[in-house]
């Protein structure tokens, strides 16, 4: 495998070229020539083979265009005992396409099928490149060495645009041991990928540990599986209650619904704003802890799947509040959601709860939970600010659903159970006061303990700071005076008025506190 990549444009879209596979039979220079390579597991080929396989490949692949058919390379166990016959000949001539044959002996390792770029003596696979326009992105990534990953570092188009780089759908085909193989993923960046740095969403975090020596299992899990890493997305500051729109270290990113400039919502909003914008993405991989994994799948409109909580581990994932971190993921195509988890969590997840009833009362056949019929609860209170459209749009999807489980809703009010049902020394406090704070200080208690360690070692890197009280705080605690005073200058040369330009420097001196009538003690003595 070679190291570095190559940049090259076919029909005015960039692509990058990666991971070459050196051949024996291959011409060795300087010139490059776009390539496609063909597996071919019989003994001739026809033309109506060839013509089938590029229109299929056409229409399903975003990355193989026409120009890669300029070299042909049939590969396969023994090609010299295979036939191209006449028709495939003339095929290649009208559309002007060269051929060669390559046996795998020729080759230090096997290509895949697909599109090429053929330079100095090896085939350099082909990615396409596309916009993260939406700025959801905080690296776009490329494989590298065996389980390692290293930054593509190539701007897009756009204003501080990245370009993600996507492999062509054709060299991996699915199978039971690879069923990801070629879906396209992203992943938060909370979890750790082998030769990258993890950032939580903080610039000092991501400045202060070096790259990772190991990828997080849950996600090791997808790549064995064989799924794409296209990039990490970006994440609210260690993952708390910060808005988006409220990020200060990195750009928030945008939500595509609306008028472009609503908040993506959570701190998974780069994931679900990305599966939300791109076509070229299959899913997009976050956490859910108090709801990151859901709320910005409601804003950004796109699904989303929290699994049960002992689903995968949480090892190489920056924890939070572990007794809800969960691994989970976005995506725009529901029907493509059970393959995907099966893949992920294990076929048998949940199994030992759900089984499936041919003879029920609530359809045919229907899902029982542990043993009982399914139940659709309408919760009151979280309703009550439903109103007009929206209200009968969520009316309109509970009918459906009512009518596809065959039961009718459940109407739930909270408040009521609580009266009926609190432990008698509460009896008299309502609920909304009892848990009004109960979840938020259990989440951040667990969220700064699990930073402890960052703090250590950012103070032990970081010149050292007063801690507990800042220096514009001591005064007024005091209830002393201060006094600001410029004690000279310092110059700076200026990239706005492109002169030398001077910046005061002062000191501040505080005095003990006095009678409110008397001036400062160190005021007494200025003329």
């Known amino acids: 495998m070679l190291r570095d990549s190559l940049e090259f444009v076919v029909e005015g879209n960039v692509y990058v070229a990666t991971q070459g596979f050196p051949s024996s039979c291959l011409v060795e220079g300087d010139d490059c020539t776009l390539a496609t ?7 001739v080929i026809t033309g109506e083979w060839i013509r089938q396989l590029v229109y299929d490949w056409l229409a399903h692949d975003d990355v193989f265009v026409r120009p890669f058919l300029s070299t042909i390379i049939f590969f396969g166990l023994n090609m010299s005992e295979v036939a191209v016959q006449d028709d495939a000949c003339d095929l290649l001539q ?9 046996s795998i002996h020729e080759f230090e390792s096997q290509p895949a099928p697909g599109p090429y770029l053929m330079k100095l003596g090896s085939l350099w696979q082909a990615r396409r490149t596309y916009n993260d326009t939406n700025d959801t992105l905080l690296t776009a990534i490329l494989p590298d060495a065996e389980r390692t990953f290293r930054e593509l570092r190539v701007l897009g188009d756009g204003c501080r645009t990245l370009s993600v780089a996507v492999p062509s759908r054709l060299c991996r085909e699915k199978s039971s041991t690879l069923p990801l193989a070629g879906t396209r993923i992203i992943v938060k960046d909370m979890f750790n990928i082998k030769g990258l740095r993890t950032s939580v969403g903080n610039r000092d975090f991501f400045n202060l540990y070096p790259p990772c020596t190991d990828t997080a299992s849950a996600i090791q899990r997808l790549i064995d599986a064989g799924a794409e890493i296209l990039g990490k997305s970006k994440v609210s500051s260690f993952a708390a209650r910060e808005e988006p729109t409220e990020s200060v270290d990195f750009q928030a990113p945008f939500n595509p619904r609306g008028d472009g400039y609503q908040s993506p919502a959570g701190s998974s909003s780069g994931s679900a704003a990305a599966v939300s914008s791109y076509n070229w993405l299959d899913f997009a991989i976050c956490s859910d802890t108090t709801g990151s994994g859901r709320r910005p799948a409601l804003w950004n409109g796109c699904f989303s799947l929290r699994p049960t909580k002992a689903a995968l581990s949480l090892e190489g994932f920056v924890k ?25 969590y294990g076929a048998d997840l949940g199994s030992d709860r759900v089984t499936q009833s041919a003879s029920s009362s609530f359809g045919n056949p229907s899902l029982r939970v542990y043993g009982k019929p399914p139940k659709i ?23 459906e659903l009512e009518s596809t489980l065959g039961v009718k809703r459940t109407t739930l009010s909270l408040a009521r159970e609580w009266e009926t049902n609190a432990p008698e020394s509460l009896a008299k406090q309502g609920l909304q006061v009892y848990m009004q704070n109960a979840p938020t200080h259990a989440f951040f208690y667990d969220l700064y ?15 050292t700071m007063p801690q507990g009280i800042g220096m514009l705080d001591i005064a007024p605690t005091l209830a002393a005076p201060e006094l600001a005073i410029p004690i000279g200058e310092l110059a700076y040369a200026s990239r706005v008025s492109n002169r030398t330009e001077f910046l005061p420097v002062a000191v501040s001196l505080m005095g003990p506190p006095g009678k409110a009538t008397e001036p400062p003690v160190f005021l007494r003595s200025v003329n």
């Open 37 to 43: 390579v063909m597996h071919v597991n019989s003994q």
């Open 94 to 102: 009208d559309w002007g396409s060269q051929y060669t044959r390559a």
């Open 320 to 344: 939070t509040f572990e007794m809800f971190d969960v691994p989970c993921f976005f995506g725009r195509d529901v029907s493509k959601f059970k393959d995907f988890a099966c893949a992920w």
């Open 377 to 399: 609860l309408y919760p009151l209170e979280f309703m009550q600010k439903v109103r007009g459209e929206q209200k009968r749009l969520v009316d309109e999807f509970v009918r």
């Open 449 to 463: 303990h699990n930073f402890d360690t960052f703090r250590d070692d950012f103070d032990a890197r970081s010149p």
